[in-house]
């Protein structure tokens, strides 16, 4: 399975895990890292020092190429975005927000720039500020999402740039990666799939309503507000849509959100909390390592590969 993006990031395989805010920290993106993917630290919200931290424990588990999400949205964006030119970190990845006034200062440290785009144009957009290659998301992923669908977002912006595509949103096994490859992607971001492995520090009843959830389980929030969310239904899912529906003041749902991540992801409140995810929740079934999911997703897609027959 080597590829552009192997070759580009320096790594063994084409997958690469995302960068879930509360989620994605030191141990698990190590852990991928290790297992011969691309483990990603998702710095969110967090203070610069705490990014900074995760990157030197990282460091400790790891010598293998990682990387750092950035949300440029966040108030500690420009702090991080200095950390993680200090510390050298191989690969950054990035979302909410353009990258353009980080890049000068990620390259003159050698590090890959990767911006998450859900659009043709920002993907454009992205090549022509000097993005190593893009991730190209579509809805089916889970947290923010844009509108369209990976089956139709990746032919295009594949089509529309010369640097290599990752695809994102909706892989969840062996066949969704063979099925990105085909429509021209170098690699796959995979977020929900990474949750329910051993390393994640995920709580477990975050874990368990994953692996309990069904093909309808997901639903989207805020399309409202302009901003979009898919998690899985539960109790806090059911009063922010009636509030939506209301015709609820931003203030209103903000309320009801208001640490709602941290409430799924670190104390398991699974009722009140936020439980991002993406739709391929409902193919999940067992909880492994870091490991041995690498090695079966790699094992399984070069069988797809190597044995498809289109036409008899």
């Known amino acids: 399975m080597r590829t552009e993006i192997t070759e580009l990031l320096g790594i063994k ?40 931290e995760q990157i030197q424990e990282a460091k400790k588990r790891t010598e293998k190429p990682f990387g750092v999400n950035v949300m440029l949205m966040s108030p500690y964006a420009e702090e991080v975005a200095q950390v993680v030119a200090e510390e050298r970190v191989p690969v950054v990845t990035t979302g909410a ?33 000097g993005a190593d290659a893009v991730v190209a998301e ?21 089509d529309a740039l010369t640097i290599p595509v990752i695809a994102a949103g909706g892989i969840g096994d062996a066949r969704g990666i063979a099925a990105v490859f ?22 477990q009843n975050y874990k368990e309503k994953i692996l309990k959830a069904n093909d309808i389980t997901t639903k989207v929030t805020g399309r409202s507000t302009g901003h979009p969310v898919r998690i899985l239904r539960n109790e806090m899912t059911r009063k922010y849509l009636e509030l939506e529906e209301q015709g609820a003041s931003l203030e209103e749902l903000e309320n009801l959100t208001a640490g709602a991540l941290r409430k799924a992801v670190q104390e398991g409140d699974v009722k009140n909390g936020s439980v991002m995810s993406g739709q391929i929740a409902g193919l999940l079934t067992e909880e492994m390592t870091c490991k041995e999911l690498i090695e079966k997703l790699v094992s399984e897609t070069d069988e797809l590969l190597k044995g498809m027959k289109i036409y008899e």
């Open 97 to 129: 927000g353009s990258p353009e006034r980080y890049v000068g200062l990620w390259k003159e440290k050698e590090i890959k720039v990767i911006p998450v785009v859900a659009s043709v144009a920002v993907a454009k957009r992205m090549q022509r500020c």
């Open 13 to 52: 395989y084409p997958i690469i895990q995302g960068g879930m805010a509360w989620v994605a920290e030191s141990r698990l993106a190590a852990a991928v890292s290790e297992a011969g993917g691309l483990g990603i630290i998702g710095a969110a919200n967090a203070p610069a020092e705490w990014v900074r």
């Open 182 to 203: 085909m429509l021209g992607a170098k690699g796959v971001q995979m977020g929900t799939r990474f949750i329910v492995t051993k390393e994640c520090q995920a709580h």
């Open 138 to 158: 579509g809805c089916e992923s889970g947290g923010h999402i844009g509108e369209s669908t990976t089956m139709t977002l990746v032919p295009q912006v594949v």
